[in-house]
């Protein structure tokens, strides 16, 4: 007979190690659009040794799992989430690993927020990830996502991703990642990104500055309230936000949500939002696109929990 899931199983069973946790953690403090319920269990721990082991567990007692990183894309449900959240924040080492004439190999876990590679990089004279200054998740989130922006990708710049199944970590080539638009091998696929080798090169480090700034100027307009940054994929003809904003629906509101003024892509909190209001505006965009072009928008971002 099938087993169920447990949730004292899961705490008796984590007790028994050093898995860093807590029980019944609010998850709208850890993600960028502060929305989201409680988990039953919020794991951070602090190895690829204690990030197996956490995974091992929840599946010897049949708990649901999911993995977070910065919490930048996804939408986790009122309801919270009935297993384990494991979060990457104590994954967190960077360093120089390899340098090559004037190519250097970065190498940076999960949990380092890419604000702190590209600084990292900037600090000991490398380029190549300034493109990723600006965006506001994890290095393991950027893997999942193949986070990007200008033209550029994270895929770009990976050279291999040490990744872990639960029972083991393996090195994964940069072909091996399935790296695609706003997707990869990593979500939702049983396997999960540990740390990466990124290549840079050598430069003056004004020149990085430069660039760096250059990128984050481009971002200007975008909106400063509370978002989960783009919901929906361009399609290959049109940007999502345009398709959006033509069918005349930027400020919809619905309770504390809202579909920016600034970049119709964007559904920002401007109060209390629940992740039933963004849900509702989700909604009322697609049927509004659909009905207008026949063109069906798909999320980019997550779900973590149910949702009806
Ligand atoms: C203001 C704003 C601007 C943004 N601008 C951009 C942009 O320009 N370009 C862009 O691409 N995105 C952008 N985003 C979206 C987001 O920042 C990126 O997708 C980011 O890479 C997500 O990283 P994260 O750590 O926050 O991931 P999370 O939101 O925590 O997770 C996203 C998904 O990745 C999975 N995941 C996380 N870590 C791991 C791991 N280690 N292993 C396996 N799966 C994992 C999660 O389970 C989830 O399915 C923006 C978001 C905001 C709020």
């Known amino acids: 007979m099938e087993q169920i899931y447990d949730p004292e199983r899961l705490a008796t069973a984590l007790v028994a190690t050093a898995i860093p946790h807590v029980r019944g953690e ?12 409680t988990a039953d269990f919020y794991l951070t721990p602090r190895t690829e040794a204690e990030f197996n082991e956490a995974v091992a567990l929840c599946r010897s007692v049949r708990a649901k799992f999911t993995v977070l990183g910065g919490g930048s894309n996804v939408l986790v449900s009122d309801a919270g989430f009935r297993g384990a959240v494991i979060s990457t924040e104590k994954l967190c080492n ?171 892509n964007f559904i920002v909190n401007v109060g209390s939002a629940s992740a039933e209001d963004v849900r509702t505006l989700i909604a009322i965009a697609k049927a509004a696109v659909r009905e207008r072009t026949g063109i069906t928008l798909e999320e980019e971002i997550r779900y973590i929990g149910e949702f009806t």
């Open 26 to 37: 609010r998850l709208a403090a850890h993600t960028t659009i502060g929305i989201g319920g």
């Open 94 to 264: 960077i360093s120089v690993e390899k340098r090559a004439g004037d190519l250097a190999f970065i190498r940076a876990e999960a949990g380092v927020p890419l604000a702190k590679l590209t600084h990292f990089a900037c600090e000991n004279g490398l380029g190549g990830t300034e493109f990723l200054a600006g965006i506001p998740g994890s290095v393991g989130g950027a893997l999942a996502m193949n986070a990007g922006c200008f033209g550029r990708s994270v895929s770009d710049i990976t050279v291999s991703v040490q990744a872990a199944d639960g029972r083991k970590t393996v090195i994964l080539s940069r072909e091996m990642c399935g790296f695609a638009y706003r997707n990869s091998v990593f979500p939702g696929g049983g396997i999960f990104a540990i740390s990466a080798l990124f290549l840079t090169k050598t430069a003056k480090k004004d020149k990085i500055e430069e660039t760096t700034k250059a990128f984050l100027s481009m971002r200007r307009g975008q909106p400063r309230a509370r978002s989960m940054g783009s919901v929906f994929k361009n399609t290959a003809a049109y940007p999502a936000g345009r398709l959006i904003e033509e069918s005349g629906l930027k400020g919809t509101r619905a309770g504390g949500a809202c579909i920016s003024q600034e970049h119709a």
